[in-house]
């Protein structure tokens, strides 16, 4: 389940060419270490996305995408919440009122509307595809053949290509709209939001009240014309100088909405040199996790040098006593078994090697003690898998994040799983 409190932050963005850059997944990663080592556990990531849900599965397939708390697809048509993607169908109500997809669908034929693959024309949104050069004559015809069937729907176009047509009580911004209304009924409105975007179904997102505003550096031009359009004070919406995920950090660091800078931008602290760790909370668990997988990727990409004081780092955050229960099936200790990482330093250089968490949760047991579960990703030549993990941190002060690992469990995410060779 989604984080169930008041969000600290609320970050709805946009995924194609905003989150995701589909030339380069680093700056998803960036943002994917940043959000889950400081946000994941006070803090809300909503995706709104022209995508179906079938495309949107295929996303999470191909990028590493974070789960987020709530998904709104289709163009602000459909709303789903948490891990198990329930639907909100009070919204759905809202979207019937005055909605008739058979007269779209007429009126589509009646004007040889080209339309988009079906898996994109939902129960809400009826998809074509319409050349730049066309849309100047097809959109008024179009708005003047919907309104004489008496239909209450409005138009998108986005990214020179896309046409929309949806319920007029549809679309990213009313689905916020939508969204905030019900938080706050629930005593949950999120203390800040930023809303993050690069195309014309986009736009919406920016009117809504009270929000911080990213227009990614790559974003198309129906955008950039209609943010030059608006007057008056701009001042919550940054344009930013970097593409996608890497223009949303960009945005943090503007609007000052911290932490801001991802685990992946600077080293991770290998000792706590003169002073103890402070008392672990929630944000300090997610913190360990984030970074001792991170100091796993860079050790074996040969990032990072192979110092002593790396290893160490990496040794002794594993209890000597600790237990792990392999994917595999065999339990070992951890603390022993990490030795066969020292000959691996470097051995994924010049590789595609990726380790990143997600679905970061942890839940606190005693004074000094910690359960925490998260879903480990690896992405490597040899294809992705998926560790589901539990586990069991106890509160030391001399390591960096004021913890150390006790005891690990680890299974194989179906579909995903890799071989114990992989290990490491
Ligand atoms: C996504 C959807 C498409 C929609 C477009 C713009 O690409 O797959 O159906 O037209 O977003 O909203
Ligand atoms: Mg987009």
Known sequence: MEFMGAPRLLIVSDLDHTMVDHKDQLSLLRFGAL???????????????????????????????????????????????????????????????????????????????????????????????????????????????????????????????????????????????????????????????????????????????????????????????????????????????ERCAAGIIQAMQ????????????????????DKLAPKPDGGAVSREVVEYLLLTEQWLRGDIDASEEAFRRLKFGLAKESNRVCPWGVIENPHEEIDTLRAQHGSQKGKLFYIWADRVRSIKLSDDSWLVRFDKWERSDAGLTCVLTSALLQA?????????????HETWLKGYEGSAALKG
């Not at 995508?51 to 789903?80: H, K, N, Q, W």
């Not at 999120?190 to 975007?197: F, W």
């Not at 911290?258 to 000792?271: A, E, F, G, T, Y």
Request: proline fraction near 5%; include cysteine.
């Open 35 to 241: 959000w889950e080592s400081e946000f994941n556990h006070d803090s809300l990531l909503v995706y709104s996305t022209g995508r179906s849900p079938t495309m949107f599965s295929d996303l999470r397939r191909e990028v590493p995408l974070l789960t987020p708390g709530i998904a709104i697809l289709a163009c602000g048509s459909e709303i789903f919440y948490g891990d198990t993607m329930t639907q909100d169908f009070g919204f759905i109500d809202e979207l019937n009122k005055g909605w008739n997809r058979a007269a779209v669908e007429e009126v589509a034929a009646e004007m040889n509307l080209k339309y988009q693959c079906d898996s994109e024309q939902r129960p809400h949104k009826v998809s074509f595809h319409v050349r730049k050069e066309e849309s100047a004559h097809i959109m008024p015809m179009l708005r003047e053949k919907l309104t004489a069937k008496g239909l209450d729907y409005k138009l998108i176009y986005s990214g020179g290509l896309d046409l929309d047509v949806l319920p007029r009580a549809a679309g990213k911004g009313q689905a916020l709209s939508y969204l905030l209304k019900k938080l706050k009924a629930e005593g949950r409105a999120p203390q800040q939001t930023l809303v993050c975007g690069d195309s014309g179904n986009d736009i919406e997102l920016f009117g809504v009240d009270n929000v911080y505003g990213v227009i990614v550096a790559n974003a198309q031009d129906e955008l950039l014309q209609w943010h030059a359009d608006q007057l008056g004070d701009k001042s919550h919406i940054f344009v930013a100088t």
């Open 254 to 273: 503007h609007f000052n909405l911290r932490p801001n800078v991802s685990p992946r931008d600077i080293s991770v602290p290998l000792s706590v040199h």
């Open 396 to 408: 030391n002060a001399e390591f960096p994040n004021g913890l150390y690992w006790r005891l690990i």
